[in-house]
């Protein structure tokens, strides 16, 4: 059964909401982490793109349509050298992983102490991992697949 957020205390809970914020269940971390993240509730956010559902149909659209448009044009151009501005894009998109996985295995590894596999996969995640500093960061990785489909721009520019 899911570990119970209603054993915490109030301010444990963000925005009234189910889930509980990890700072909270293990107040060594709080100094890890911003006050920003600490109490995030994505519900602002998440709205936003419930209501705007059609946002990532636009972006493959756009996308897709890039890469074809993009190929015809380099068709009679060489290949653009971008070494630079792709090692430092591919460092930052690894930097932004690299603490999102810093903020939000330690809440995993938590959950996986309390709550079995089959609950942490089918809770919802406004009761396990979509609040809080952790939700800031899981929200924050689904939106990072619309930049990361630039990614296709330097391989389109260096004619791969």
């Not at 709080?30 to 006050?35: D, P, Q």
């Not at 996969?121 to 500093?133: N, V």
């Amino acid at each position: 059964m899911a570990a119970d957020s209603f054993s915490y205390p109030q301010e444990c809970h963000v925005g009234g909401l189910a889930g509980v914020e990890f700072t909270c269940i293990i107040p060594a971390m709080r100094m890890f982490y911003t006050t920003h993240e600490i109490g995030y509730n994505p519900t602002d956010v998440l709205r936003f793109m419930q209501q705007r559902n059609w946002i990532p149909i636009l972006a493959i659209a756009i996308y897709g349509t890039s890469i074809v448009l993009g190929r015809k044009f380099m068709v009679d151009r060489k290949a653009v050298e971008t070494k630079i501005p792709i090692a430092l894009w591919n460092f930052s998109l690894s930097l932004f992983s690299f603490i999102g996985a810093f903020r939000t295995i330690p809440h995993l590894f938590y959950a996986m102490s309390v709550m079995s596999l089959r609950d942490i996969m089918c809770t919802p995640p406004a009761h396990t991992f979509g609040i809080g500093s952790t939700g800031l960061w899981v929200q924050l990785f689904c939106l990072s697949k619309f930049p990361e489909l630039f990614d296709t721009f330097f391989v389109v520019i260096h004619k791969k």
